[in-house]
């Protein structure tokens, strides 16, 4: 069976629809910024899904051709993630996403090197005939956060933020968002083939503890 990390790592992927606090490891991306509403068709948001995967099933996909990966197994591709932000806002204002920046991620396996990913670019560019010079190789050190499932739809988000920060409060934690730790979002549902009340979205916010 492939390789899963949704089920191999519950606890980032999977976590109860209550809050908790979760220690992240540093980890490689395939990544896409931007900026804009995220629901604009023919926004920088959308147009990164596809370059995103573009990148993702050509390494995915690596082991059929001549090109070999040191250490590759099969695996599934992991769910589309976003980092979010808006200049001069501490958290997010739900109500004014045309000022959104995002960072669009999918996770990278581990065994994927900075040169296994270059070469996937330029895989891409010559199958697909596509400009793909936007994506990049991303890491990120995510440290201690508070995260939580939200069921439903992603503008009822604040209702599961309110829940997370007073779980880590009452733990003696303090919100930390900054330019460097950002709002995370993972992306469990298709909005294109399930009902908005059902979707399923890990919302994730960077903590620290408070210094007494």
């Not at 995103?52 to 197994?73: E, H, P, Q, W």
């Not at 090197?113 to 936007?134: G, L, P």
């Not at 730790?181 to 469990?188: C, G, N, P, T």
């Not at 083939?193 to 620290?208: D, E, G, M």
């Amino acid at each position: 069976m492939p390789f899963d990390f949704k089920k191999e790592y519950k606890e980032f992927y999977m976590p109860k629809n209550v809050p908790s606090i979760v220690t992240v490891p540093k980890t490689n991306y395939i990544a896409v910024r931007g900026k804009g509403d995220p629901n604009d068709e023919n926004g920088e948001y959308k147009n990164s899904i596809g370059l995103l995967y573009g990148i993702a099933f050509t390494i995915k996909m690596s082991y059929k051709g001549a090109y070999k990966i040191d250490g590759y197994f099969e695996y599934v591709v992991p769910p589309l993630e976003g980092f979010w932000w808006q200049n001069g806002i501490g958290g997010i204002d739900y109500a004014r996403k045309e000022n959104f920046n995002f960072i669009s991620v999918i996770r990278l396996p581990d065994f994927v090197t900075k040169a296994d990913f270059d070469w996937a670019i330029q895989e891409a560019t010559a199958k697909k005939k596509h400009d793909f010079s936007k994506v990049e190789f991303f890491t990120y050190d995510e440290g201690v956060c508070v995260q939580c499932m939200h069921i439903g739809s992603y503008d009822d988000e604040p209702q599961t933020v309110a829940l997370m920060h007073e779980y880590m409060n009452k733990n003696g934690y303090v919100l930390d968002i900054t330019d460097k730790r950002l709002h995370h979002e993972i992306y469990l549902s298709d909005p294109r083939k399930c009902a908005t009340s059902k979707l399923k979205t890990v919302v994730r916010h960077p903590i620290k503890k408070v210094i007494n």
